[in-house]
Nanobody
Framework: QVRLVESGGGSVQAGGSLRLSCAGS????????MGWFRQAPGKEREGVAS???????DYADSVKGRFAISKDAAENTLYLEMNTLKPGDTAMYYC????????????????????RGQGTQVTVSS
């Protein structure tokens, strides 16, 4: 059973930074897509960033140049470095993964991945 646990969310002022982490376990294959999506109250889920087994990444236009996705060598932990945060980035952020898709891994598909964590809240104040 795949299990994902996010951490690192919090409250920050506009222009600040946060680093989200996602500890994963129960993987049966290293060939997978992993990523982050977010959902703000009253809004649809938005794929933020994704990464495939080869380390190729993709980002939503809204976060390009500000966010960076990465994973550790053992691929058990996924990260999202968020810089120059804006109030519009306020949302619940979820880590997600799937082994039904191994690459390429478009970021807009992340909300459809079949495994996700419980989420971590990010609040950016102006």
């Amino acid at each position: 059973q795949v299990r994902l646990v996010e951490s690192g969310g919090g409250s920050v002022q506009a222009g600040g930074s946060l680093r989200l982490s996602c500890a994963g376990s129960g993987y049966t294959s290293r060939r997978r897509c992993m990523g982050w999506f977010r959902q703000a109250p009253g809004k649809e889920r938005e794929g933020v960033a994704s990464i495939d087994s080869a380390g190729n990444s993709d980002y939503a236009d809204s976060v390009k140049g500000r966010f960076a996705i990465s994973k550790d060598a053992a691929e058990n932990t996924l990260y999202l470095e968020m810089n120059t945060l804006k109030p519009g980035d306020t949302a619940m952020y979820y880590c997600a993964t799937t082994d039904l898709l191994i690459g390429p891994c478009p970021s807009d598909l992340v909300p459809r991945y079949n495994y996700r964590g419980q989420g971590t809240q990010v609040t950016v104040s102006s």
